[in-house]
């Protein structure tokens, strides 16, 4: 089983490249791991779809308006992640295009069974190249949470790819 660690944003925009902070310190954290990829996907492009269809789990982290206060983090799951995309696809750009990512992905039939998506409640996305404070602060939940969703990818493995078009 191939995890797909993959980190979204641009870290010249504060919180908006909270994705890829997050990414990095899990790939240091997991560097010894065979198993699982990490790729900075920046702010995405449909060459994407390539290093999706060659995975069995996928894990992506990004900012993500979520209507709550800055730092706030929740994840969602196979059909949440998939709800939560379709439903919130004017909330942030990268949405889009992982709305777009995942249609092509369904269409060649590669969009992984075991999914998720990790979004955190930016405070800012204006230049520089710092996260605010309090985004800052959620690095250690968003870690956790993935190590998480890790743990159950891997207590599950499946080598099938998931072609369920519902």
Same mark, same amino acid.
């Given at each position: ?68 206060? #800055? ?40 969009? #992984? ?43 599950? #493995? ?9």
């Amino acid at each position: 089983m191939k995890v797909l660690v993959l980190g979204i944003g641009n870290t010249l925009l504060t919180d908006e490249g909270v994705g890829i902070v997050a990414m990095r310190e899990l790939e240091a954290h997991f560097s010894t791991r065979e198993d699982m990829e990490f790729l900075d996907g920046g702010t995405l492009s449909f060459t994407l779809a390539v290093p999706i269809s060659e995975c069995s789990a996928l894990l992506v982290i990004d900012a993500a308006e979520l209507g709550a206060a #800055p730092g706030s983090v929740r994840s969602f799951e196979g059909m949440e992640m998939d709800r939560f995309l379709g439903e919130n696809r004017k909330s942030s750009v990268h949405e889009v295009g992982l709305l777009d990512l995942m249609s092509v992905s369904r269409l060649t039939g590669h969009w #992984p069974e075991r999914r998720a998506l990790i979004g955190i409640q930016p405070a800012s996305m204006d230049w520089g190249e710092a996260l605010t404070p309090a985004v800052a602060a959620a690095l250690p939940e968003i870690c956790a949470t993935a190590s998480e969703i890790i743990g159950r990818f891997a207590s599950h #493995p499946d080598s099938a790819m998931h072609h369920d078009m519902s």
